[in-house]
Nanobody, 121 residues
Framework: QVQLVESGGGLVQPGGSLRLSCAPSGSIFSIYAMGWYRQAPGKQRELVATITTGGSTKYADSVKGRFTISSDNAKNTVYLQMNSLKPEDTAVYYC???????????????WGQGTQVTVSS
């Protein structure tokens, strides 16, 4: 079964940077869009940024100007470059993708297991 595999989380000081990566664990037929969501303790999961295979992007207001989402369509990989990190960015970050696993399938939403990002001095 195909899963989304995330990497790149960790502990960073305020003002620091991290880069998250996410890719499917196996072969897929097509991806329409990929993105990142996050969930802080006691809060609902929220959108951070999304990108379509055509390159259209969307960001949460709280991360505009600090985070950049990008993708490598040939590798089916999405990245999230996070700069000027703040303590309020601390959360579990989840990768999301709308993928079609085979020619006869339909696009469905898939989620990664999540990677912890902690911003603290």
């Amino acid at each position: 079964q195909v899963q989304l595999v995330e990497s790149g989380g960790g502990l960073v000081q305020p003002g620091g940077s991290l880069r998250l990566s996410c890719a499917p664990s196996g072969s897929i037929f097509s991806i329409y869009a990929m993105g990142w969501y996050r969930q802080a303790p006691g809060k609902q999961r929220e959108l951070v940024a999304t990108i379509t295979t055509g390159g259209s992007t969307k960001y949460a207001d709280s991360v505009k100007g600090r985070f950049t989402i990008s993708s490598d369509n040939a590798k089916n990989t999405v990245y999230l470059q996070m700069n000027s990190l703040k303590p309020e960015d601390t959360a579990v970050y989840y990768c999301n993708a709308a993928m079609m696993l085979s020619r006869t399938a339909t696009y469905e939403a898939y989620w990664g297991q999540g990677t912890q990002v902690t911003v603290s001095s």
